[in-house]
């Protein structure tokens, strides 16, 4: 883990390059030294149906859902949740200077009992590192 989720509403298409996004959130990730590589997932989901505050179609918002793995410290996912949203408004900057622009994000603990993984990225990435 961790699991990055970012939501954009569809205006925000001209002006963002999501690829670039999901890229610097999941380097952003992985650079707190939190969260292996191996477990590391970041996806955008356009949304095409959608209101923001008072309707204006202009208005644009920008939600990042962290999902981690349980038994870190509450410390320990602050620390990394402010890095993370440092780096999405970072990006998000230049764009939130000309549009009006919600950017929120939320980090959530996964209860282990209800959470099932079958994942060969671990030994795949270590493989990697030996060559």
Known sequence: ???LLIEYSANLEPAIQIRKLVDTLHAAAIATGVF????????????????????DTDNAFVH???????????ETRRTAAEAIFA???AYLQPIQDCTPLAISAEMQEIDP????????LHERLARHSKE
Not at 113 to 120: A, G
């Open 36 to 55: 292996p590589v191996g477990g590391a997932r970041t996806r955008a989901m356009r949304r095409d149906v959608y209101r923001v505050a008072d309707g």
């Open 1 to 3: 883990m961790p699991h």
């Open 113 to 120: 009992q209800f959470s099932f993984k079958k994942n060969n």
């Open 87 to 89: 780096a999405l408004t």
């Open 64 to 74: 990042l859902t962290m999902r981690v793995g349980h038994g870190r410290s509450i």
